[in-house]
């Protein structure tokens, strides 16, 4: 996961940067006809050549300085002090390619002009990604959550080297300490393994998983530990957490199980599910894109179907309500109001109406729903806002079902591992007639087929289904 994040970024980087080669050449060609007659003169072609061969250089330079590395950059001003290398090795280069090359239209002050641009641009390029990578790693509801499970010192290097790791933002929450190891860097006074906070023992894992947002566990046990994973890795396994081992002897079989490097150290790696960095990428930005064309037929409609719902009944226009996402962090699901104020008050009068046979509430005829209610859930127009929640990263285009708060308390340990995914406006659950499902089982059962199977081709062909059941009326509550 991590490797795959890194190579991404690093492609994303090498991208922007030769893009900014390119450009910042431009702008000092333009910058510099206003003081030099002879640059009317160069040749379109040669000078396209030219900056080709300028982002090749520069690319390369930057490879071997070290600023497309996977460890993150001891600080901003060491990625200056690299940058400045960068230019002045660039230039060098240009300098000699201009000198052999006989290039008279390449005069001195536009190599000074555009030595200048060219380190501007890439001081605004690393500082923006530096701050929104320490943003997204200091936000911990989009940032990878870790447990950290192990006490010597192997699991003081593992966590020093996770933190070093460049990713799109992980940070540790913690960690468990087996029973009987006297954990290393403890003072006698703290509870921390060398900075970290020790929140328990190996034994609270379970009650660790249901009460914090975990994201992946990893085990740094020592050599000579006698504890026995296996009990373990099934508790995270069951509840779709995945896990990464700092390898002794264990050899699990399982489709899932990967071989990563983080900072030299290797890894095993059970991932809950099959999606990896390229496709979460895939998966924001057609979240992203759709998200926002949502969003903003979102404003178009809000007026009109504001004036229609206070008109039938008393109360706001949306309806909030905290809904559980990925790993169990909380957010608030947003919905046009299609039901009456006291329609919470009304839920346990009619509790033994209820057609679900599980944790879910759903019954036929809903006396709760109000006129122009039943007209928008008919239409799935009550769920437009919901685009609000894609955007901020909170949900997905296609997941799973986002379940409530006071469901998620009732789980079987199994039922959390639908939580490993961002939940969705739409799902199998949604296209396969959820007016039709009666068990939840079926609706697990519905999710984690999505979760194992994902691909992204899958997110499409979901949302096309949606959109002719959406057309048809197909399976709306």
């Known amino acids: ?18 893009i900014g080669v ?4 431009y702008i000092s ?10 640059l009317w003169q160069i040749d379109g072609y040669v000078f396209i050549v030219f900056l080709i061969f300028c982002m090749f ?6 490879s071997r300085v070290g600023l497309y590395r996977e460890s993150r950059s001891t600080s901003y001003w060491h990625t200056i002090q ?7 090795i660039d230039f060098g280069a240009y300098g000699l390619i201009i000198t052999v090359g006989q290039l008279a239209y390449f005069t001195p002050f536009f190599l000074l002009v555009y030595a ?22 200091n936000t911990s509801f989009n940032s990878r959550q870790i447990l950290l499970v192990g006490g010597d010192e192997k699991a003081v290097v593992v966590a020093k080297a996770m933190e070093r790791q460049r990713s799109w933002g992980h940070q540790f929450v913690g960690c468990l300490v087996p029973e009987g190891v006297q954990y290393f860097g403890c003072d006698g006074q703290t509870s921390n393994l060398s900075g970290l906070p020790v929140i328990g023992d190996l034994s609270d894992l379970s009650k660790t998983l249901r009460t914090r947002h ?5 085990f740094a046990l020592p050599g000579d530990s006698s504890v026995i994973l296996q009990p373990y890795l099934e508790i995270c396994k069951e509840m779709g957490i995945s896990v990464r081992i700092v390898p002794n002897l264990f050899n699990p079989s399982s489709k899932s199980v990967r071989a990563e490097s983080v900072q030299g150290i290797p890894t095993l790696c059970l991932y809950s599910g099959m999606i990896n960095a390229s496709g979460l990428l895939y998966k924001r930005v ?16 809000y007026p009109i179907i504001g004036l229609a719902i206070k008109l039938d009944s008393p109360g706001p226009v949306l309806f909030k309500q905290r809904r559980v996402g990925q790993n169990g962090r909380i957010f608030w699901l947003y919905k046009f109001r299609t039901m009456y104020l006291n329609a919470e008050e009304k839920k346990e009068e009619l509790m033994a109406r209820n057609e679900m046979q599980g944790f879910m509430f759903k019954i036929g005829n809903d006396p709760r729903i109000t006129r122009v209610g039943r007209f928008l859930r008919n239409t799935s127009l009550d769920e437009v806002p919901q685009f609000l929640n894609v955007l901020r990263g909170e949900m997905s285009l296609v997941g799973t079902r986002p379940p409530t708060f006071d469901e998620v308390q009732m789980y079987e340990a199994w039922h959390r591992r639908r939580l490993s995914m961002k939940p969705g406006i739409t799902g199998l659950w949604q296209i396969s007639g959820r007016n039709k499902i009666t068990d939840f089982a079926r609706v697990v059962e519905l999710d984690l087929n999505y979760i194992d199977g994902w691909r992204f081709i899958d997110d499409l062909f979901v949302l096309l289904k949606t959109i002719r059941v959406v057309i048809f009326r197909k399976g709306a509550k």
């Open 82 to 88: 690299s940058m400045v290398v960068v230019v002045v």
């Open 57 to 62: 250089i520069n690319n390369f330079v930057m």
């Open 29 to 38: 060609l333009i910058f510099s006809r206003e003081w030099e007659l002879p």
């Open 1 to 18: 996961m991590y490797r795959s994040q890194v190579n991404i970024l690093i492609n994303f980087l090498m991208l922007l940067d030769g």
């Open 214 to 218: 975990i994201d992946e566990v990893v």
């Open 116 to 137: 200048f641009t060219l380190f501007l641009f890439f001081v605004m390029e690393r500082g923006f990604l530096e701050l929104y990578l320490e943003k997204r790693q």
């Open 286 to 301: 057609l979240d992203l894109v759709i998200g926002l064309m949502g969003f903003i037929g979102f404003l178009l409609i």
């Open 22 to 25: 390119i450009w910042c050449g």
